[in-house]
C-alpha cells in the first residue's frame, strides 16, 4: 500500500530530482557522457534592452544547456514593437549562445497571439503544435539550428 501525498515539498521535490537524474543517466549514453563536461550545467541567459530613461524596452530570459538554447520569455514593450528590437534581442541570444557556449540550436514556446510567425521569419522551424493549451489558445514549440 502506498499513501499519496499533495503538498509541496521542496526536499522532496529535490529528492525527486535527483533519482530522476541518475535513471536517466544510468539509462542513456548520451547523458552519461555529458555527466562531468560543461555542457552538463545549465547557465542563464539574460539580456535586457532599456530605453534612455533607464526603463526596460524588452528583454529576452533563457539558459544553456546540451549545445542548445531555450528561450523562456522574450518581450518588447509595445512602444518599441516593429522597430527590431526583438529581433536584435533574440539575434544576439542566438550569437552568445553559439559563440561563447558552443551551442548548436535552439528552442522556443509560443502561443498563436504572440509571435510564431515572427519566429518563423528569424529563421525557425515548428516542431510541436498543442491545440486548446490552455483552452482556446494554440501552442507552439520551434526550434532553430545555429550555424
Excluded at 503544435?129 to 539550428?145: A, D, F, Q, S, W
Amino acid at each position: 500500500m502506498f499513501r499519496l501525498e499533495t503538498e509541496v515539498d521542496k526536499s522532496r521535490h529535490d529528492l525527486l530530482r535527483r533519482r530522476l537524474r541518475a535513471a536517466n543517466t544510468a539509462a542513456s549514453p548520451v547523458l552519461r557522457a555529458l555527466r562531468g563536461t560543461p555542457g552538463e550545467r545549465e547557465l542563464p541567459l539574460h539580456l535586457w534592452a532599456l530605453d534612455e530613461g533607464g526603463d526596460m524596452a524588452g528583454g529576452l530570459v533563457g539558459h544553456t544547456w546540451a549545445s542548445w538554447l531555450h528561450v523562456a520569455l522574450l518581450w518588447v514593450d509595445d512602444r518599441h514593437r516593429g522597430a527590431g528590437l526583438g529581433s536584435q534581442l533574440l539575434a544576439h541570444a542566438e550569437a552568445t549562445a553559439r559563440d561563447t557556449r558552443g551551442c548548436t540550436a535552439v528552442r522556443l514556446e509560443t502561443w498563436d497571439f504572440q509571435a510564431p510567425e515572427f519566429y518563423r521569419r528569424q529563421g525557425y522551424d515548428v516542431v510541436c503544435v498543442i491545440p486548446g493549451y490552455p483552452p482556446g489558445i494554440t501552442e507552439y514549440t520551434l526550434t532553430k539550428r545555429l550555424r
